[in-house]
């Protein structure tokens, strides 16, 4: 269950300082993507067993072991819009 106000939902947040309350419109908040880093792939590594040879030989693994790995990258910037349309209340105290 959640508190409601004006048919929104109120959520509760502990990180959040006592006595302030902060108020985001969703309807004015985006995610703005990178053109070149949205789901972009690196290339795929060239594997442990070429990359680590000399450590897996102290080890008694020899060669191998293979593993090759790539990484998929996704930049972006949080924007708001209208940034009166957000809220910030301060000095809230709790009723006795």
């Not at 959640?2 to 300082?17: A, E, G, R, S």
Request: hydrophobic letters at 40%; charged letters at 15%.
């Amino acid at each position: 269950m959640n508190l409601l106000f004006k048919q929104t939902p109120i959520y509760w947040d502990f990180d959040c300082p006592a006595g302030v309350m902060y108020g985001i419109n969703s309807k004015y908040v985006g995610l703005v993507f990178h053109s070149n880093r949205f789901f972009a792939q690196t290339p795929f590594s060239k594997g442990l067993s070429e990359n680590m040879a000399s450590a897996h030989a102290t080890s008694g693994l020899g060669s191998s072991v293979d593993a090759r790995y790539s990484f998929i990258t996704a930049y972006g910037n949080l924007t708001t819009r209208q940034r009166r349309r957000h809220f910030k209340l301060t000095g809230i105290v709790a009723a006795p």
